[in-house]
């Protein structure tokens, strides 16, 4: 269905999952984790009580390429809200284009091992000219030692890039080493984008999540106008208890320091690149 034009008036949620309703929406055989239903009307009562208007469902990868639950919420939400498929290169046109024409704006890279790990390089270029002619993105969630790899190949390109999570970095390693100086470097590149979430997952479930902040305000300060947020919500995959929606928000807008730097990551940065 069509989808309406994005808005900056609202603030964004720029990553969540959803997870079932199972009997609508089971996993396949063998998922790669089975996380507990989170569907699609539990965390849009969540939006409705922080004062958050759009969101980006992010494909969890324990669904594959099985995109019946996220093409089926982005139906009902009347293009206030984004998708982030998974894709193989040789996907259908057909498919390809339904998905866009639902609300899909860009795909997920995964990095990660216990995700199933990365494709491979030639598999990466060939998703990317896949997606190009739409003019959508690819978000890169690893660690940053591999997200630095994967970036060197795939930055050249010039398809818009989104690092995940602030590329998994240990807020305890601080921001002054090599491989922080090359994330900067390459995130000062007009096509790539940092998504300042999961200060959770970089500092071990520790809230307030204060060793987070010298992290996401080096990368934020690298690309103010290329910097989004997200909740991660429901929080799959961790070990610790799960991060509160509400005390995420006032990290995000803290960390922004003032209004105009807040406005440009929750809402007018997002509305550009979901557009």
């Excluded at 998905?99 to 494709?119: D, E, K, N, T, Y």
């Excluded at 660690?143 to 630095?148: H, N």
């Excluded at 307030?208 to 300060?221: H, I, S």
Aim: glycine share 8%; proline share 9%.
């Amino acid at each position: 269905m069509p989808t309406s034009a994005a808005s900056t008036s609202g603030i964004w949620d720029c990553h969540f999952h959803i997870f079932g309703p199972y009997d609508a929406h089971p996993l396949p055989p063998n998922p790669i984790y089975t996380p507990p239903p989170a569907p699609f009307a539990e965390i849009r009562a969540i939006h409705a009580a922080l004062g958050i208007a759009h969101g980006v469902i992010v494909q969890g990868a324990c669904y594959g390429n099985d995109h019946s639950a996220l093409l089926a919420a982005l139906d009902t939400a009347d293009g206030t809200y984004r998708g982030i498929a998974t894709i193989d290169p040789d996907i259908d046109e057909a498919q390809l284009a339904d998905m866009a024409a639902r609300g899909v704006r860009g795909i997920r890279l995964g990095l990660m091992s216990h995700l199933g790990g990365a494709p491979d390089m030639g598999q990466m270029r060939a998703v990317l000219e896949r997606i190009r002619p739409y003019g959508w993105h690819a978000l890169l969630h690893g660690q940053i030692d591999d997200v630095l790899g994967a970036l060197a190949v795939l930055a050249p390109l010039g398809v818009p890039l989104v690092i995940d999570h602030m590329a998994r970095v240990q807020a305890r390693d601080g921001v002054a080493y090599a491989g922080f100086a090359r994330l900067q470097e390459t995130l000062a590149l007009p096509h790539l984008w940092i998504k300042l979430s999961g200060p959770d997952r970089i500092t071990d479930g520790i809230a307030p999540y204060l060793d987070a902040v010298r992290v996401a305000r080096a990368l934020l300060d690298t690309a103010p106008d290329r910097a989004i947020w997200g909740t991660d919500w429901p929080h799959p995959n961790i070990r610790y208890p799960r991060p509160d929606e509400a005390q995420l928000l006032d990290w995000i807008r803290a960390l922004c320091g003032d209004a105009a730097t807040a406005d440009a990551v929750l809402r007018h940065n997002p509305a550009r690149l979901y557009a």
